[in-house]
């Protein structure tokens, strides 16, 4: 976690606000993103036929509060018996211009964390949007992303509720669809090819639950 961007933008006044309330805050306090657009198959070799853009991307990182930076976050966790259905956008602009973001819609898991259940819709943005339906089972051309698992904490650093969601998508269509296709994949940054294989992880912290 970035702490020293959490202290600086003034974390001990939002923890006093969560300590001193039963409830969940209306809206995730800060949210800590690492993602690196590729074009790459699953297996980490690139992707034939002329259907990317560039090779790989520069890593992109979205954090900060709900506002911060002109970045937005919307998160809900919903909770209805021995589930829980998460929601969330984020969207943002890295310092080069070019438009971010990741959502999650409609991801059912038990309510203490584990693997998707069912299907949900995986996106996010590189300058153009990509994604598409997302299960737990490994990628391929009907759900192109895959939901690895979502897992809630408390954070030992800050001791705030964190979610975290590890997700990644391969040949994964953009949106809107293009003639000819336009495809691309994410992953956890970095250089190797265990990078380009393994699921991004996305952090919300203090993300509202709502019982239902």
Known sequence: MRLTTFVGLGISVSLGIVSASCSSPPQPAYADITYQTRCVQSDGTPITGGRCGTSTNPTRNIYGFN???????????????????VNFTVSAQDADGTRLGVSLSNAAVPVAGGALMGTAIF???DGNQ????????PTNSAHPCQV???????DTDTGLPR?????LCYQAPSIP????????SVTRAGATTAD???PMTIKFYSCPVISR
């Open 163 to 167: 979610m975290d969601v590890n997700a």
């Open 67 to 85: 506002g911060d930076m002109g970045a937005h976050f919307s998160c809900t966790i919903t909770e209805h018996g021995a589930m829980r259905t």
């Open 148 to 154: 690895q698992g979502i897992t809630f904490v408390t």
């Open 130 to 137: 990509y994604g598409g339906n997302a299960s737990g089972d």
């Open 123 to 125: 996106t996010w943005t």
């Open 196 to 198: 380009a294989m393994s």
């Open 177 to 184: 669809a293009a003639t000819p296709e336009i495809v691309s």
